[in-house]
């Protein structure tokens, strides 16, 4: 959208959130706050995107943002207006309108404001309007600033009004200001230094919707989808609230693109995950980060599952994934945990109490109880029996361990890495493999021991 700058917001303290890190750098969802009115404006088309920040935050932001946007940065306690005109020297006539919203915004919809950049220019053409605000109607509206609008039947608006100086309130719903406006640049320029400071010396873009009025422009509201939308964050009390709506609406949206979540409410669901259709979610299940899941898979009850991959038609029951990899058609737990690194491919089946890190089981193999397996590589159709340890730490460095396709490892097997298990091999009960098993045979013991061949084998 050439003709369309964006501006987000994103220099206050936030002191209220009595926190270290920035406001805008708090997680909804699992998303950063910044990054909803970021990935937002993008969707709606705007190309050139600034961010205002200030400099104690500037360098967190940057590295959360990286290229993808520009840089303003307000170096004091200016107020809104003063943060606009920080990104004034950027992308002063670079674009005929401006877009402005804040960066801890995150339930402003695309749609809501698609109708108010569509709006806005509309209006501009027929009547030259230079300010546009997108609103919402709510029944409190406590803290957010209120649209004042004339008396009669064409009530326009003449300008936005604190909660605190609103004297005329009368308990009935109110329209509030979401803090998201279009202006037309040109305009905008001139007249940001008009907008006066008030007692905290911090001059407010708010107030340019009365200036406006006074010189005879056109000021409009669009009103938004969901009167959630006009809620900012300014504590942690609000940051959950607002989480909490946003859940509701990611499961919401994944309900209705066909997946089955059997109790919404225990189910947690964060913004960036994706999930195929047909697959079912039981209770108290957690899909964090960046996770996929694919079709027809069913998992839960009490599974956590954070920056994974499951293919399709997979089961995670009671269990725990973190940065792994499920193939299609692989069955784990219940009380199983895959940690950063594990890949099982297809048709592998893991038990329960079965803790796998940095390891790879080929498809085929099974561990169907209680072990652990790290810094591995399992072949195909390798049979792990119940108890088996990789000891692959010798108190200074990792080793690993190699399992080769078709061998059959007894329970209670410690194989103490670096160790390799030739294919077809075969390791006796409570063996504490030390050396290298060649392919079909048999070892047993402490320390075990290689039998010449296994009975039977050629």
Known sequence: MDNLAGIILAAGEGCRMKSRIPKVLHRLCGKELLRYPVELLSRVGVERIVVVVSPANQEAVKELLGDAVEYA??????????????????????????????????????????????????????????????????????????????????????????????????????????????????????????????????????????????????????????????????????LARLEDIQRRRIREHWMLEGVTISDPSSVVIDAEVVIGQDTLLLPNTMLLGNTVVGSGCEIGPSSVVKNSTIGDHCRVTSSALEESVMEAGVDIGPFSHLRPGAYLESGVHIGNFVEVKESRFVAGSVMGHFGYVGDADIGANVNMGAGTVTCNYDGKDKHRTVVEKDAFIGCDTMLVAPVTVGAGAVTGAGAVVTKDVPPARLAVGVPAKIIDRIRGSS
């Open 73 to 238: 940065v307000q170096t004091a306690k200016t107020g809104t207006a003063g943060a606009v005109e920080a990104a004034a020297s950027i992308i002063k006539g670079d674009a005929r309108h401006a877009l402005i919203m804040g960066g801890d915004s995150p339930l402003v919809t695309e749609g809501s404001v698609r109708r108010l950049i569509d709006g806005h220019l509309a209006g501009h053409l027929e009547e030259g309007r230079q300010m546009s605000i997108l609103s919402g109607i709510v029944q409190d509206g406590q803290g957010l600033g209120r649209i004042r609008r004339g008396e009669g039947s064409k009530q326009s608006v003449l300008g936005i009004i604190e909660d605190s100086h609103d004297t005329a309130r009368d308990g009935q719903p109110v329209e509030v200001n979401s803090g998201v406006y279009c202006f037309q640049a040109e305009w905008l320029w001139a007249n940001l230094g008009l907008v006066s400071a008030g007692n905290r010396q911090e001059r407010y873009l708010p107030d340019l919707a009365a200036i406006a009025v006074d010189q005879g422009s056109s000021v409009a509201t669009q009103l938004s989808d969901d009167p959630v939308e006009v809620l900012g964050i300014n504590n942690r009390v609000e």
